[in-house]
């Protein structure tokens, strides 16, 4: 069994768990940068592992095209390649391959797409991204599902449903019939979809349990429905998903997101935001949301965070950080990145703690409320 | 006494030396990487020390416009505006202004500029320049000098090192009347001009020897003379160099000029190449120079460069860097960079080990004509 639910919260729907892997032990509620071509952008794995990260994700689209399952499989795998030794997730190309929209042409049996690199035509079925994230060697693989758009028709969204089911069922057989390349195990999550449409979020997820995979993600949210949308869809489904099975709430989200959805039972999460936001002058802090570029830094010697103590970015000030991008120094990218991992690492190990003393509830509205406000919801 | 001569090499002109500045001592022969605007491009203070850097070089001209004095002073210096708490040395402004060429005016007393991010206009004197790197709080400043291009004609060079000398005078009049801001003391480098012409070279380190400065530059080098013209005009100038004070050549250069620059007497070096080429993929060696994006490293899982040993970019593989690089990922640039630095900073130690042990001549022969050939010197 690699996941162990330690602790449900009271007063919320929040969990506390293990999953184990085959690089460690990561314990849950969980945040995982995401590291789509081979690096967390800008940063070492050793920035990673200092920031506390515990988990990673990396695109199987991505790693497909480049650097190749070859060069992949000629170091052994993602691991060794990009020299990080902890658990790694990796998503199946599904949501890349499906946002290149004009690029793509569904069958049955796959999806055909062109690459957006240098428009060579390839093909994903259920069982090459299997294969795919076999020569990837990731810890945690997803299974080909479709991501319909946003919004899409009741009738759309139940025929695409039938279409996911019947591709998780192909990728299950497929990854039980092989074995990974490296001399590990992996692990296999299903991804429920249905969009905003409850009966059908629950035909999904009940036919995918009926399949049985390791984990299980919610797959199709933050895909431009509102958050008051995401969150009605999270109270309705999350229930029905196993209680003894991690529940992966994928491509999000803000602060205030990851809180509310760890309320409702959600366990492990993954998002550009912290990366892509700090190379943008965004910082995520304990106090809210910084941006640096303000000229009311100009002469502020603080640390760039001093909630989260005795990180490396902490040894600067807003003032330095604030000349690094006014100065389109590549050193802006990496340490405004480095905060905003430390943050969202430093936001799921403070949830965990409040889950085990039962203060989860408090805490995480309060924090919400003072420094991440939400409008509608 | 700033400079202690330890030893010279009986077979080349080598010497061996300890600088010592208010942030700790410099063995010479050193490299001091180039951080134009307040950080070393990619890396942090504690990559810098890793790199087994000393030494470090600020661009007063750029920190003049930005951050700008009133945000260095807010800081206490550039020390503790970077993080970095080793010796820096300072430039004067005067080789980014004077390749500014058409926003330049010349005056007796200074000369005037526009700033190349927002078209103000500005003025250098000698004075103000020793006062904006007492606001920057450089252990090393540098005067201001006139750099003629190249080619100038004798008359012209004749004229401007006369100028260049007046303008040292005031230099050093302004430096001895004032004192630092941050309660350290700062040291002063003259920088002898005159082009290609052995005679006004001679001529003006005499003229600044009899003003009296703590060490020497050589400057006007490296600015599209041949490298036979480069290493002619040190042949004959370094000589002329006092024997007991630190002598600085701009600007230079490659593994190889670095080594014929040891092997005439020359203690200190600065350059863009190991940082700008590393962001361009060209990574400098132990067995020569590699161009990281060419196919042939596509499964390489040599590390980056075994004979540097235990560095931190050697624990990638030549495959996953040159992944980084055809990716467009920012840590290619770090990684490149790292290595780079590595690199220049082994280059000087290993030439102070063999100058300490007297097989200098030999080594750095045999290295540059193994590993970085030159080609009509």
């Known amino acids: 069994m690699s996941f162990q639910l330690l602790k449900t919260d009271t007063e919320t729907n929040a969990r506390l768990g293990v999953l184990t892997t085959a690089h460690g032990e990561v314990t849950t509620p969980i945040f995982m ?26 695109n199987t689209y991505h790693l497909y095209l480049r650097p190749s399952r070859e060069v992949l499989e000629n170091a052994g795998g993602l691991h060794p390649f990009m020299q990080w030794d902890k658990p ?49 060697g990731s810890d945690i693989m997803m299974v080909l599902d479709e991501c319909p758009p946003n919004p899409s028709s009741y009738e759309y969204v139940k025929k695409s449903i039938a279409l996911t089911t019947s591709w998780a069922k ?49 797959g199709g949210l933050a895909v431009g429905e509102t958050t008051a949308e995401m969150y009605d869809i999270l109270n309705v489904v999350v229930p029905e998903y196993p209680q003894d099975k991690p529940r992966y709430l994928m ?58 103590g005795n990180t490396y970015a902490n040894n600067f000030s807003l003032s330095y950080l604030r000349h690094l991008f006014i100065s389109g120094e590549t050193l802006a990218l990496h340490l405004a990145t480095l905060q905003n991992i430390s943050f969202y690492m430093w936001l799921v190990r403070t949830a965990k703690e409040k889950i085990r003393n ?20």
Request: overall charge neutral; hydrophobic content about 35%.
């Open 33 to 58: 940068p995401v590291g789509t071509q081979g690096t967390v952008k800008t940063l070492t794995p050793q920035n990673l592992h200092n920031a506390g990260a515990e988990i990673i994700l990396g």
């Open 170 to 218: 192909i990728s299950r057989e497929h990854f039980l019939s092989t074995t990974g390349y490296y001399g590990f195990e992996q692990l296999q999550f299903g991804i429920g979809q249905g969009s905003i449409y409850p009966s059908l979020r629950k035909e999904s997820i009940k036919q995918l349990c009926e399949i049985g995979f390791d984990g299980y993600a919610i």
């Open 358 to 377: 039962g203060t989860f509830r408090q805490w995480s509205n309060n924090f919400i409320e003072t420094y991440y406000p939400e409008k509608n919801v």
């Open 88 to 136: 790694i997730l990796t998503d199946s190309g599904g949501f890349q391959v499906f946002s290149l929209k004009e690029l793509t042409k569904m069958y049955s049996y796959g999806v055909e797409f062109r690459s957006h690199i240098d428009g060579s035509k390839h093909l994903f079925t259920p069982e090459s991204v299997v294969d795919i994230q076999r020569s990837i």
């Open 251 to 308: 491509g999000v989200g803000t602060p205030a997101n990851i809180l509310r959805a760890i309320q409702k039972g959600v366990d492990m999460f993954d998002c550009v935001m912290p990366t892509r936001n700090a190379r943008n002058g965004t910082l995520f802090t304990t106090t809210g949301k910084v941006n640096i570029r303000n000229v009311k830094y100009r002469l502020n010697l603080d640390p760039i965070d001093p909630g989260l």
